[in-house]
Structure formats: C-alpha cells, structure tokens
C-alpha cells in the first residue's frame, strides 16, 4: 500500500480493471508478521485500489500457468513487441 511496506494477501479473486478495492484475508508482512493495524488476521480485508502501487500474482498462484492473461490463445510471452514510441513517451515523461 502506499507509504507501507510491502504486504503479503491471500485474495478472494484475481483483481479486474472494473475493480475498485481488492478483497483479502491472511494479510501479513513479507516476514510473515500480523501488520500492526490489524487486530484479527483472520479478518477479510476491503482495500481499495487507491491505496495499493501493484499486485505482484506469482504464476503458481493462479494455476500454474506460464501465459500472461490477456494474451490471445496460443500466444507467447516472446510473441510479444514493444512499441518503440510508447518507450520513447515513457522516457519523456
């Protein structure tokens, strides 16, 4: 979350762009700790989106899978080209 150290969630779904808050339990620190603002860690948790930077999905976590979501059937990480004037904006800015 913004200006906290990273924290680690069990969450209910994998988070959509129609999402406005990420639903979780189990919320803990990278060590394993109970966050100190948190009373019951086996709470549910409603976080909204405005307070979170990225949510990392390791891709044993959503089933093994080593496709990104998104990508059209058959397609491969490697398929992938990077727009070089996207890059540019972004070196820009």
Known sequence: ?????????????????ADAALVCTNLRTTGGMRPSFIDRIESWFLIPLMHVRFVELPPDAIGGEDALPGLPEGAEAEDLELDEDFLRRIREA
């Open 1 to 17: 979350m913004t200006g906290e150290q990273p924290l680690l969630a069990d969450l209910r779904a994998i988070p959509t762009a």
